[in-house]
């Protein structure tokens, strides 16, 4: 089972970006399906976007246009670029490979 961490979350302000990343501590490369989902308080858990082992993407219909999610199979690492943030976008962000959940990084939109 592998062990995911994300970094890059922080604090911006409304249309600034921020990039997530998702260090894997085994290679990535036979993983199918990865992903990143968030969370607010109260609220359930929900998809941002995925990406399969060859490169096929698929984003919920708020983040489309606006975010990008990649992975590099060589260094272990899935990505998610976040541009155009909007207040909305605030929330802890997960990784996610199946089976296994990073800790969250905290996303802050100001407006």
């Known amino acids: 089972q592998v062990q995911l961490v994300e970094s890059g979350g922080g604090l911006v302000q409304a249309g600034g970006s921020l990039r997530l990343s998702c260090a894997v501590s085994?290679?990535?490369?036979?993983?199918?399906?990865m992903g990143w989902y968030r969370q607010v308080p109260g609220k359930q858990r929900e998809l941002v976007a995925t990406?399969?082992?060859?490169?096929?993407?698929r984003y919920a219909d708020a983040v489309k246009g606006r975010f990008t999610i990649s992975r590099d199979n060589v260094k272990n690492t899935m990505y998610l670029q976040m541009n155009s943030l909007k207040s909305e976008d605030t929330a802890v962000y997960y990784c996610?490979?199946?089976?296994?959940w990073g800790q969250g990084t905290q996303v802050t939109v100001s407006s």
């Open positions: 996610y490979a199946t089976p296994s």
């Open positions: 085994g290679s990535i490369f036979s993983i199918n399906v």
């Open positions: 990406i399969s082992r060859v490169g096929n993407t």
